[in-house]
């Protein structure tokens, strides 16, 4: 198993372009989250899905959009890149079993200048 | 509402000494509780978890970390440290149910000196 992986891995956007930030898992989780990590601030939760088709907003869900067609994908997207969204992007995963335990992937590093 | 703190924000250990990572939380169920460490430029990979029973936990990489109701803590050892543990640290905790997040605290990175 590929377990979670995220494209791309890096990225420069300029103010306001957009752009979408891949994630696939191929552990048929039915669980996927996006966060985004700010130097010495941890990881903040954007968006979550419960399965496909339902999605909600978590902490900081501003400037920020998510779609949940199948299982295996989540992709977020940005539509009016800002500065304030220059970070890094982990996507995870988990399954309805797992107590929270989140599988996460190698990260999208966003710079919008 | 749940929260997680993590005293340290940088620790330098020498190579071969113990160490020890700190981290409170503040949750009103039993929490359900995580390691996770980052190496530079990487994504996050589990080191230990506890969600129920004896509260010392064995992890990966020689980790281990107990859990102190009375306390609130969840810290992190490691009895000799290694050169290739030098990284961030978070430790998180979630509310034991699928489909929610986990609230993650600012890290810790740990430098590792020869």
């Known amino acids: 198993n590929a377990g979670v992986t995220q494209t791309p891995k890096f990225r420069i956007l300029k103010i306001g372009q957009s752009m979408t930030l891949q994630c696939t898992q191929d552990m048929n989780h039915n669980y996927m989250y996006w966060y985004r990590q700010d130097p010495g601030m941890g990881l903040k939760l954007i968006y979550y899905s419960v399965g496909a088709g339902i999605t909600d907003k978590g902490e900081v869900p501003n400037g920020y959009n998510v779609s949940r067609s199948t299982t295996e994908d989540f992709p977020l997207r940005l539509e009016l890149a800002a500065p304030s969204q220059t970070s890094v992007y982990f996507c995870?995963?988990?399954?309805?079993?797992?107590?929270?335990?989140?599988?996460f992937g190698p990260g999208t590093r966003l710079t919008v200048l | 509402a749940q929260s997680v703190t993590q005293p340290d924000i940088h620790i330098t250990v020498s190579e071969g000494a113990s160490l020890e990572l700190r981290c409170n939380y503040s949750y009103g169920a039993t929490p359900y509780l995580f390691w996770y460490v980052q190496s530079p430029g990487q994504g996050l990979q589990l080191l230990l978890k506890y969600f129920s029973g004896d509260t010392l936990v064995q992890g990966i990489k020689g980790f281990e970390a107990e859990f102190k109701r009375s306390q609130s803590s969840f810290n992190l050892r490691k009895p000799s440290v290694h050169w290739s543990d030098a990284a961030e640290y978070f430790c998180?905790?979630?509310?034991?149910?699928?489909?929610?997040?986990?609230?993650f605290g600012k890290g810790t990175t740990l430098s590792v000196s020869s």
């Open positions: 998180a905790v979630g509310a034991g149910q699928a489909g929610t997040a986990l609230i």
């Open positions: 995870a995963s988990s399954d309805w079993d797992r107590n929270n335990e989140q599988f």
